[in-house]
Structure formats: structure tokens, C-alpha cells
């Protein structure tokens, strides 16, 4: 092979500098003056969904997650039934919030079952609807690796899902951070009674709405500040100490942790504003009259921010 003329190598090498100067003037246009970073792979995609049309979602034989439409921090999950969202989400409400369940240990499977048989509950009953800060969620995965914990199926694609809506991050192999931002909350489709077991599995369209709307003001307390702030205020200095121990005893006896006042506020919040259907809260829920839950009511009503 001849070797290349001197000038030839000259235009050459001038045509090569040439390409690389349009090359990265293309670049810096595009990145905004800067140098673009490769586009990360796509993300799968989660419509977003109204209040409204997270109600009309009809049943399907599997998850169907949404963000809230406008408010794109909360995650919403319709699972088909109560059984396939306490697959999913059962062991991480016995280590975040259930009581008789420590704070530090993921549950075995042999351990979740003993927990429910303690609660008197069955997979399906243990939670009728799930809410979680997306740092919980961290936790509680973080934790079940380092403590070698085998987690199921249905877990392991939650964490997937988290992961890919943003919710989670890894952090180290095995170990998540968490979007502290947004949430998680949970609710299921329509079922049937199973009369075969001494619980109630029943979740007619009522109660449907009642505990979407009740996990909604969750995701709401964990992504909006003014109403967390007014939340606290309400427990803290419009209810006297007396109120505070009657609803404490009330949410230990639904399963609550009643040492977290965190989640003591979140829930009364909850309970007191957000969950109509009578079945699951009313006034002789907290042994007092129903003019007593209404003064109640008016009281947390009293400089409660408007929501965006």
C-alpha cells in the first residue's frame, strides 16, 4: 500500500476538524449550551388518572397503576382484589405501621402468618387499602435484603415498578434510596365476601370509593405540606390530651402502631375526614355522639388549606 501525499493528508485532516466543529456546535445545541448527556432508557409508562377516573377503573385481572392526575407524586395502585394487594404489600405495613410487629425486622412468610393469625386477620384483611412514603418503601426493601429475607413474587415486581416510576432509587447493590417527594397508596377492585372465613373480605363499590378516598388524604398528608403542617396543628393544639389518648386507643384496636404520633395524626386525619362509609368509621367507632364527631369535624375544618 502507497503511502498518502503530504497534501492530500493536509485536506484531510482539515475536512476531519471540520465535521468534529459542526459536530459538537450540534451537540451544544441541542444540550442548551452545554454538553447532552445520553438519554437514559425510556421508562415504562403510567397513565395519569382523576379521582373520578381511578372509580371508574373496572376490575382486571391484574395491577393497574396511575399517577394522580395533577398530582404527579402520588403512585395509585387498583389491584384485582384484597388478596392480591396483601401479597404485595402486607409485609411492609407489619414493619412500617402494624402493631404487635417490630419497627427493625422484615417478617419471614413463616412470621407474616403468625402476624396475621395475631391480628385475627387473613392476607386479604389485614389492610383494605396501603400508604406509604416512597423513603418507607426504601427502607423496607433495603432492610429485607441485608436481613436476607426472601420476598415474593408479587414484591419483587412492586419493587420493579417503584423503580421504574421513579419512586425508588438504587443505591448500592441490594440497597434503595427513596423519592421523598412522592408516595404510594393502594386500593382494590370490587370482591365478594368470602363466607368461608370468619373476616370480611366484602368490597362493594361503598366502601371502594370510601377507602380510595381515605388513602387519597394520605397521599396527600405525605406530598403536601400546608395540609401535613395543618394535620399536626389539629392533633397537637385543637385536640385536648383526652382526645388524642381516645383516638390512640381506637387505632390501636384497627392494628396501628399507637407509639408512632406520626402515624397517629396521618390516620385520625384520615378517619376523621375521609372515610364515609360508616361500616368502617363513625361516631360510636370512637365511643362519643354523633354531635360530638361533627364538633370535631368543624374543628379540623377550621384553617384547612384549600388543595391546589
Known amino acids: 500500500m502507497r503511502p498518502a501525499h503530504p497534501v492530500r493528508l493536509i485536506w484531510l485532516g482539515l475536512l476531519l476538524l471540520a465535521l468534529a466543529l459542526a ?54 395502585i387498583q389491584f384485582p382484589n384484597l388478596w392480591a394487594q396483601g401479597r404485595a404489600l402486607n409485609r411492609a405495613a407489619a414493619l412500617i405501621e402494624k402493631s404487635g410487629t417490630r419497627r427493625d425486622q ?10 396475621l393469625a395475631a391480628a385475627d386477620d387473613n392476607e386479604a384483611s389485614y389492610f383494605l387499602g396501603h400508604d406509604y412514603r416512597a423513603d418507607d418503601l426504601a427502607r423496607f426493601f433495603s432492610l429485607a435484603q441485608a436481613q436476607q429475607v426472601t420476598l415474593n413474587a408479587d414484591e419483587l415486581r412492586l419493587r420493579q415498578l417503584l423503580l421504574d416510576a421513579g419512586l425508588l432509587q438504587t443505591a448500592a447493590p441490594g440497597q434503595f434510596n427513596g423519592n421523598s417527594d412522592r408516595a404510594l397508596i393502594s386500593f382494590s377492585a370490587e370482591q365478594a365476601d ?48 383526652t382526645e388524642r389518648q381516645t383516638w390512640r386507643r381506637y387505632l390501636d384496636r384497627l392494628g396501628y402502631d399507637p407509639a408512632n404520633e406520626e402515624l397517629m395524626v396521618n390516620e385520625t386525619q384520615a378517619m376523621l375526614m375521609h372515610t ?23 374543628r379540623f375544618r377550621e384553617g384547612m388549606p384549600v388543595e391546589e
Open 23 to 76: 459536530g459538537g456546535a450540534l451537540l451544544m445545541r441541542h444540550a442548551g449550551g452545554g454538553m447532552q448527556a445520553p438519554t437514559p432508557p425510556s421508562q415504562p409508562g403510567v397513565a395519569p388518572a382523576s379521582v373520578a377516573e381511578l372509580l371508574a377503573l373496572r376490575a382486571a385481572a391484574d395491577w393497574q397503576p396511575r399517577w394522580l392526575r395533577g398530582k404527579g407524586a402520588v403512585l395509585v
Open 194 to 241: 368470602d363466607p368461608a372465613t370468619p373476616q370480611d373480605e366484602g368490597m362493594d363499590s361503598q366502601r371502594r370509593e370510601s377507602v380510595l378516598r381515605h388513602e387519597l388524604s394520605h397521599g396527600r398528608y405525605f406530598t403536601d405540606a400546608r395540609y401535613r403542617d395543618h394535620c399536626r396543628h389539629f392533633w397537637t393544639e385543637l385536640l385536648s390530651e
Open 106 to 115: 422484615v417478617l419471614t412468610d413463616a412470621g407474616l402468618q403468625a402476624a
Open 276 to 298: 364515609p362509609d360508616t361500616r368502617d368509621f363513625d361516631a360510636a367507632s370512637l365511643g362519643i355522639g354523633a354531635r360530638e364527631l361533627e364538633g370535631l369535624r368543624a
